[in-house]
Nanobody, 129 residues
Framework: QVQLVESGGGLVQAGGSLRLSCAAS????????MGWFRQAPGKEREFVAA????????YYANSVKGRFTISRDNAKKTIYLQMNSLKPEDTAVYCC??????????????????????WGQGTQVTVSS
């Protein structure tokens, strides 16, 4: 079992940057691919980015490609989401999630929330214009 706790959210002006962290507990963290999702008020949950268990494969939503970078440190049981050039439409609650079924090379299935077994509570990101 994996428990996930996000941090690093906050209020930032458009064009600014934030780095989110997701700390995991549990013995099997390095067995899981990890993902970030976000949900804005009144909208459905949206995939943001995913990273394989080794960190060697990543997958991004088109809306964040080139602006966001996902990474992981298995020794620290933590994943990160570096968000640059933030836009007001990036405002949402960001959650990390663990996926036990993804392979070494990620496929588009990692964009589905149903592919994930464990979820954190989320951290709020607000981008002002």
């Amino acid at each position: 079992q994996v428990q996930l706790v996000e941090s690093g959210g906050g209020l930032v002006q458009a064009g600014g940057s934030l780095r989110l962290s997701c700390a995991a507990s549990g013995r099997s963290f390095r067995d899981y691919a990890m993902g970030w999702f976000r949900q804005a008020p009144g909208k459905e949950r949206e995939f943001v980015a995913a990273i394989s268990w080794s960190g060697g494969s990543t997958y991004y939503a088109n809306s964040v490609k080139g602006r966001f970078t996902i990474s992981r440190d298995n020794a620290k049981k933590t994943i990160y989401l570096q968000m640059n050039s933030l836009k007001p439409e990036d405002t949402a609650v960001y959650c990390c999630a663990a996926n036990n079924d993804a392979g070494r090379i990620l496929t588009p299935s990692v964009a589905r929330s149903t592919s994930y077994d464990y979820w954190g509570q989320g951290t709020q990101v607000t981008v002002s214009s």
